[in-house]
């Protein structure tokens, strides 16, 4: 389980001890990560130009990412924020990209694991 | 009362599930997902709550914002708020601080260490508030007992003064009536920004001034009691019922245990002073006087001419006033006679009404 999850960027190893190594803990909250929906409020957010939801969506997934020891995501959505924060909006179609590339990403390799091991 | 409810209070559902799943074993857990809500559970279930864990950034009403006011509620008080964020700007912290938290928590955290550390603190707030339990009904106890005390010191207070006016009066209510004169022209003291005096004050002084005559028991029937006037040196030795009232109340030890002590003791020496210096014993002058002998002094001068002594019928009220008022009976304080001049009618109408009728059916 260890190696699959650092493969789609989830340092499983911190996870765990900010769980106080309840696997069963962790697993279930990376099972509801799938349904989380702050990523399609964030693209609303984003096509609507809409920064203040976009700032509010952006930091939600923020703290999800970093409670889930999604490293790369949890960089990409702070440094968006810090950005967001300053007014600073050359930066967001850039961040947009990485962001929706980086959870993609992550989604599709827990559906995987998570299919798999239901089989 | 069953103290055992924790409330999580965040606007991410991870944040919270998170949290709960760590305290749902030992406690009870209310959610709320944005400030507004939390108030809300706060003041429903302040009683049972043992901890708040509040996240700072969310919507209608941030972290801060429920802390103020928690604050302006008092509900700070007897419920640790623990803060937990993701900033890590000094600013925010320190805010978070001022406002009251006991710790706060930054984000992502470990669960083990913050569960210790919040558990930690409602083990503190629990003994806190058990200790302030305890130390609030030993108060109420103490309190009781004091009054008790009190009673039961006004209960011998008044048993000695009335068996020893008993002698050479009427009956026992000019003992009452002197309690009532002195709280009165006190009160009236205090009424027009005079004298500050507490409720309490007032009370004891009113009681001390029952003890003015003890001394009498000391004097002879055959003075005491003489209806026509004293020779010059019967008078002396009538004098010294104030000194000698003094000697009998130094040897009351739980007298002089109370409150009361001293203004008996005042009272029962100096309540024959006179503002011009020509009173007994010690012949104290103006304001050397306490303004509570003073006092006892005309309240116990209107009530001896409106009653019926052995030495002389009773008084008119208005013949009374004059004699008074003129310095017949000596000179008082002009201030004093003022507000007496204030009260006195009433004081004719709720003590002295039957007496009055009594004399002139004689």
Not at chain 1, 13 to 28: G, I, P, T, V
Not at chain 2, 130 to 141: A, P
Not at chain 2, 214 to 225: C, E, P, R, T
Not at chain 2, 285 to 296: H, L, M, N, R, T
Request: aromatic content about 10%; glycine content about 4%.
């Amino acid at each position: 389980m260890r190696e699959e999850m650092l493969k789609i960027g989830i340092d499983y190893d911190d996870l765990l001890s900010r769980l106080a190594n309840h696997e069963q803990l962790a697993l279930k909250l990376l099972k509801k990560f799938l349904n989380d929906e702050t990523i399609n409020t964030i693209k609303q957010a984003y096509l609507n130009q809409d920064y203040d939801l976009l700032l509010k969506s952006v930091h939600t997934l923020k703290g999800v990412s970093g409670n889930l020891a999604m490293k790369s995501l949890f960089c990409i959505t702070k440094n968006w924020v810090d950005d967001l924060r300053k007014e600073n909006h050359a930066t967001t179609d850039e961040f947009y990209q990485q962001c929706l590339k980086e959870y993609d990403f992550i989604y599709n390799g827990l559906k995987t694991i998570f299919d798999e091991g239901s089989q | 009362m069953n103290k055992n409810i924790i409330l999580v209070v965040d606007d991410i559902e991870l944040n919270r599930d998170i949290l709960c799943n760590s305290f749902e074993d030992k406690y009870e857990i209310k959610e709320a997902s944005n400030g507004v809500e939390a108030i809300e559970i706060i003041e429903a279930y302040k009683d049972r709550l043992l901890a708040v864990l509040l996240d700072i950034v969310m919507p209608e009403m941030d972290g801060f914002e429920v802390m103020k006011e928690m604050n302006k509620r008092q509900l700070m008080k007897y419920i640790p708020v623990f803060l937990i964020t993701s900033e890590t700007d000094p600013s925010y912290l320190q805010k978070g601080f001022d406002l009251g938290a006991v710790d706060v928590i930054t984000k992502p955290f470990a669960i083990s260490f913050i569960k210790r550390r919040i558990e930690n603190i409602i083990e503190l707030y629990k003994h806190r508030y058990s200790l302030q339990q305890i130390v609030n009904q030993q108060i109420q106890r103490i309190q009781y007992q004091e009054r008790e005390l009190y009673d039961a010191t006004r209960s011998i207070i008044d048993t000695l003064s009335t068996a020893i006016e008993f002698r050479d009066c009427e009956s026992g209510d000019h003992v009452n009536r002197i309690r009532k004169i002195t709280r009165a022209l006190l009160n009236e003291l205090v009424r027009n920004n005079e004298y500050q005096f507490t409720p309490r004050q007032i009370e004891l002084i009113g009681d001390a001034a029952v003890m003015h005559d003890v001394g009498k028991i000391a004097i002879s029937d055959q003075i005491l009691n003489k209806p026509g006037r004293l020779t010059k040196e019967e008078f002396e030795i009538m004098k010294t019922h104030t000194i000698r009232g003094c000697e009998l109340l130094e040897n009351i030890e739980q007298l002089k245990k109370s409150d009361l002590y001293e203004y008996c003791y005042d009272i029962c020496r100096h309540h024959h002073e006179r503002y011009d210096g020509n009173g007994y014993p010690d012949g104290l002058k103006g304001d050397e006087i306490s303004i509570w002998a003073q006092i006892v002094s005309i309240a116990d001068v209107y009530d001896a001419l409106i009653s019926i002594r052995i030495y002389k019928p009773a008084f008119q009220y208005e013949e009374a006033m004059k004699m008074i008022n003129d310095g017949e009976c000596g000179v008082f304080n002009p201030l004093l006679l003022k507000y007496f001049n204030q009260v006195a009618y009433d004081l004719y109408q709720n003590y002295y009404q039957n007496i009055g009728t009594k004399n002139e059916k004689e």
